[in-house]
């Protein structure tokens, strides 16, 4: 059974940072393209970060410079480094796993706030 379980969200004030988890199980990890997409109030899933299983990495506009993805494949696990968070980066966080099927985590909530 393949799960992907999101961690480490929460409420941080602008300017703060996070550390998103997301632990793989039931995965060939390494072979999988794995994603972080966000959804905010109101508004559609969007795409935030990729990492190929080449360790090649991209980057939603809004967030380069500020947020870092990265993977370890011996712990099968993808993170998510948030920095210098904004209101705007409000919203519940999913974590993505895609090699000829896709399979989604069930979210972590980002409130940044004062």
């Known amino acids: 059974q393949v799960q992907l379980v999101e961690s480490g969200g929460g409420l941080v004030q602008p300017g703060g940072s996070l550390r998103l988890s997301c632990a793989a199980s039931?995965?060939?990890?390494?072979?999988?393209?794995m994603s972080w997409y966000r959804q905010a109030p109101g508004k559609q899933r969007e795409l935030v970060a990729t990492?190929?299983?080449?360790?090649?990495?991209n980057y939603e506009d809004s967030v380069k410079g500020r947020f870092t993805i990265s993977r370890d494949n011996g712990k099968n696990t993808v993170y998510l480094q948030m920095n210098s968070l904004k209101p705007e980066d409000t919203a519940v966080y999913y974590c993505?796993?895609?090699?000829?099927?896709?399979?989604w985590g069930k979210g972590t909530l980002v409130t940044v706030s004062s």
């Open positions: 993505n796993a895609k090699f000829l099927r896709e399979y």
């Open positions: 990492v190929t299983h080449t360790n090649i990495s």
């Open positions: 039931g995965i060939g990890f390494n072979i999988f393209i």
